[in-house]
């Protein structure tokens, strides 16, 4: 039987790259017959390795205000909302703790969609517990023994070790996608090349010799 | 009697994205019936108002790493020879020089294709003028006259006066596509949007009302 090809998918909450990938990737990867792998991150601490205290889009303005205006022609093309949040980047800690806490429990895609819907069509604060516990809520979740446990030390602890194998991977900015060999691939715009290289890389280790 | 829209292509000879658009934009074109407006220019001074003195490329060296390894993919992908230069990015001083003088005299796309070529593909140093007169020489333009001509203080100026244009319209990395009604595009991802823009953008013009 034919193993299913698998693509790890990591994503920081704040990036507005990553909500175009989050919002699409699923339909991508079930056409190509890929399994994701979630992958929830803080982009912050690898920036700030780099020398960065903030994103490069505020850190550098003409590339800013570039990028706000690529994210509403690439919003229009993949038919998705899009309104910039009043403050960039928001704080995506909360969200992402939930997030990593839903891997192994199957939620964490419809948590992040909702998340990533709250922040870039809704308008919402992501940093806010009452916008995540009602996004919780709404997916039927038990919100605040979630919450909780997703601020204990354990689940914290998961995150700071995923932010240090994604600087560790090379990973320098989200969205970043990994095929199971290690190839890397970044940005919304390499998202089919990824799928696509998940698919080639599996069908070759089937071959024998 | 309809007009073709019209697309301005601003390069920069160092840079390796910028090799990739400009080996396929001709064709790109051609079939979009978009007219390209050839705008070679130096990356140097507008990276040095954002604080860098060399490609963020060498300065954060993880990205650096992953856009040798995406360009030997994009390359592979786009039927195109690709090899690392020995040192990057190359002085493409001259050759901007050179290409600006061709742009009023119609050689320039054959020229910049050439220049690319010699870099990325045969790894020669094109901050060499043997190496920017043989590939005259090989267009059958005369190489001597053209060099004191790309050199002389009108042409340098002429140079210099792009760059400021390039900041003044936001421009921040290469290649960079504008449309007639100053619509921005950035990077070789999106010269098929370029090109899309361009031609919806034309065909409003037209409509009355």
């Known amino acids: 039987m034919q193993r299913q090809p698998i693509l790890e998918f990591w994503y920081e909450f704040a990036s ?50 570039y990028m706000w205006r690529d994210m509403e022609r690439e919003a229009v093309r993949f038919g998705l909302p899009f309104y910039r949040p009043k403050t960039f980047p928001q704080n995506g800690l909360l969200a992402a703790r939930v997030a990593l806490l839903g891997t192994d429990r199957g939620w964490t895609p419809a948590f992040t969609k909702a998340v990533y819907t709250a922040q870039f ?35 914290k602890t998961r995150l700071r070790r995923m932010g240090d194998e994604a600087q560790s991977r090379g990973l320098f900015g989200a969205p970043t996608f990994f095929a199971e060999d290690g190839e890397m691939f970044w940005g919304n715009d390499r998202l089919e090349q990824a799928l696509d290289w998940a698919v080639t890389q599996a069908r070759r280790a089937e071959w024998p010799g």
Do not use: H
């Open 16 to 65: 507005t790259y990553s909500y175009l990938a989050a919002m699409r990737i699923e339909a991508q990867a079930k056409q190509a017959g890929v399994q994701l792998l979630w992958r929830p991150f803080l982009l912050g601490p690898i920036f700030k390795a780099q020398g960065w205290d903030t994103s490069p889009f505020n850190l550098y303005p003409a590339k800013g205000r």
């Open 121 to 155: 069509a809704e308008c919402r604060d992501i940093a806010d517990p009452q916008a995540i516990a009602g996004i919780l809520t709404g997916l039927g979740i038990e919100a605040e023994a979630v919450l909780a446990e997703a601020q204990g030390e354990a689940n």
